[in-house]
Structures are given as C-alpha cells and as structure tokens.
C-alpha cells in the first residue's frame, strides 16, 4: 500500500509542493481549495454543480452538524456521505472553533468546553472523546482534533496555556481514534498547530505535534482578525516546523492572492467561505480582481464574468447574472456561487501545473500582480 501522502515535487523558488493525498473517498491533489459545506451542503449547489467545477473534497462542520440534525441520525442514515449525496473526501472540523465563535457563554475547562446551543441555548459539552465519536458518526474521510483558538491579540500567558491544551486534547483524540478503530481503518486524523504570534509557541506546538506522528497537521488560530501581514507570518513561522512528509492545511481562509502567497510558504489545503459567501452578494471573482456585479456598469454588459472559467455560469452575461442579484432571485446565489468555487478550484489547478512545471515563484507573483492592479473593491 502506498503512503497515503505523496510529495511529488517541491518548488526550488519557494516552499510550494505539490502532492497527493489519498482517502477512503478518493485522491486528492494538491494544493487544494476545499469548498465549505457547514450544514451537510455548500450553501446554493448541489453535488453535481461541485463535481462538474472540479471540487475533490468539501468540508462538514462537527458543531453545526451535531446539534442540527444530530450525529446519531446522519449515522443511522449512510453518514454524512449517503445523508448529502456526495461521494467524494469529505473534512470535518473539530466543533472549537464555532464553539468559541458562536456560544453565548462558555467555560473551557481541562476536559473540553461547557456552552449554550446557539440554536436554543440548551447546555452542551464537547471534550476529545465527544468530538472524535462525532466525527465517526459522520464517516469523516479527515476529522479534526479539539483545540483550544485563541482570540487576536492574546497575551502570552494565555496563549501558553491554550497550546498546552490543545496538545493535551490532540493527544487524548488520537488515542480515541486509535482505540475505536476509526484511526486506522483509513480515516485520518490531522491535529492542529496554535500559537498565536508567538512564532517560538507556533514551533514549539509543531514540533511537539510531529512527534505524535498524525496524517496530517493544521495550521490554526490565523485569520481571527490579526492584519494580513501577520496573518502569512505566523504560517510563515509553523509550515517549517511540520512534517515534509504529512499533509499541510491552513484552515479558514482566504483571498485568491492569500492562497497563492501561502502555497509558496508550504501549504498544501485551504477552506473559506469567502467565495460562496460574497457571491450572494453579487462579488465575483476575477484574473483583474473581484467585481461586484450590483455597479451600473454591468447593466449592460454582454460578456460572462470570466472567459477563461468555463462553466454552466459562463452561458450568462454580466448583465443578466446583475438583473438576478438586483432583483434577489435565488438562481443568482447559485450561479454566482459555481463561478466562484470554480474560480478558486480553477486557481488551484494552475498553481499545481506551475509547480510541476517548475515556475511557481514567478507565475504566482505576476499573477498576484495582475489581480491586484486595477480592483474595484
């Protein structure tokens, strides 16, 4: 049996790879961009619409999913897989982060967290063993381990604290899997690196991570409100401390020009919801920068949002997809969402060729520069 991690090449100009990850559901090529699919779908298209755009694997979200409709009912229904009708890799996330995010109050304790349903305020409690048995229940192709975000700015002594945790929850979740037979069986478990910007806590939890031999490794705790010069520092100070050989995913972000600066810093996995979230509101996203398809300028305009993304979305003009948005009917969401999703995939696939091709730095560059010359905002 092969590895279920391949790294089939490695930028000289930069630290971008190029690799293959093998799953229960499927290969997945990288870099990739994972389309997020919160509540057992991407918000506005169906399976079908993400196979035709080319998406290899989606994401499930552990808390949103658990409390609505429940872990136990997905399982008894085919797991997450059978109960959406999507057949490929699927991710899951821990739960933490919406925990921390949305929960009206919470006590994170040694053991997990205490907090209230934001659906109905009802009392809940997620510690490691809830949230791999979670995760098992939905048949996730990768789950994630519990950690600890911690919020931006954060002193030092709190971020001490919540890398200790989250180490300690890593641990204990590998074990569960490991005990239950999901960890093994080809389901993988990736932990996650915190450390807020404190670049010596980022290496420290890396290392200390590594040595616990996981599928794959996280960078977290970026992207929650720190400036985007910090945000590309802190993966700039974790990627060299995880295993070459495993894996890397950077959660939760970004822009196009984001991920292509961060597959340079060694980065092979992305999620977002930034294209699925603007497209409802009529932003869409082209090689010149996103355009937002509200702005009189479109009312006329008889071309498709991009000529080299070719999609269902490209048999409709700016014109026609701007009277959907204006007039909020809901094909515009769909619509706008394919292009996108499939603008993100699409921008994966060139850097996958750029890398092979052994000219990632300098296409990645004047790409950024392309699209970044002339934005509407």
């Known amino acids: 049996m092969p590895a279920h991690f391949q790294l089939l090449k490695t930028d000289t100009a930069t630290a971008a790879r190029r690799g293959r990850l093998r799953t229960r559901h499927g ?8 389309p997020v699919g919160t509540q057992g779908t991407v918000k506005a298209v169906t399976p079908a619409h993400l196979k035709e755009i080319g998406a290899q694997i989606i994401l499930g979200n552990t808390y949103h999913l658990n409390l609505r409709p429940g872990s136990d009912l997905i399982r008894e229904l085919g797991g997450l897989h059978g109960f959406m009708g999507w057949n490929g890799p699927i991710l899951t996330d821990s739960g933490g982060f919406q925990v921390f995010s949305l929960a009206k109050l919470r006590d994170i304790r040694d053991d997990g967290v205490a907090f209230q349903s934001h659906i109905d305020g009802a009392s809940l409690f997620l510690g490691p063993r809830e949230v791999m048995k979670i995760q098992e229940n939905l048949g996730s192709d990768i789950a994630m381990v519990l950690d600890e975000c911690p919020p931006w700015p954060c002193e030092r002594a709190a971020c001490v604290e919540a890398v200790a945790r989250s180490y300690r929850w890593a641990q204990q979740c590998k074990r569960i899997a490991e005990d239950s037979g999901f960890l093994g069986s080809g389901h993988h478990v990736f932990a996650i690196v915190q450390g807020s910007t404190f670049d010596d806590l980022r290496r420290e939890a890396a290392e200390s991570l590594a040595a616990l031999d996981f599928p794959g490794y996280a960078v977290g705790g970026v992207s929650v409100g720190e400036p985007e010069p910090e945000m590309l520092k802190q993966v700039g ?12 995913y950077t959660m939760g972000l970004g822009t196009p020009p984001q991920l292509l600066k961060m597959i340079a810093l060694g980065v092979d996995m992305f999620d977002c919801v930034l294209p699925t979230r603007v497209a409802r509101n009529g932003l869409v996203f082209t090689p010149d920068g996103p355009i937002n398809l509200r702005n009189e300028r479109f009312r006329t305009d008889p071309k498709p949002i991009a000529e080299s993304i070719q999609n269902y979305t490209t048999n409709f003009s700016r014109a026609y997809l701007r009277h959907l948005t204006l007039a909020n ?8 969402t394919i292009h996108n999703l499939h603008f993100f995939l699409d921008l994966m696939a060139q850097a996958r060729a750029h890398i092979e091709a052994g000219d990632y730095g300098p296409w990645h560059r004047a790409w950024i520069e392309r699209y970044e010359a002339d934005q509407e905002g």
């Open 329 to 336: 009917e809901m094909l515009s969401g769909t619509l706008l």
């Open 237 to 248: 100070a974790t990627t060299p401390f995880m295993p070459a050989d495993k894996p890397r």
């Open 27 to 34: 290969v997945i090529e990288t870099p990739i961009f994972m």
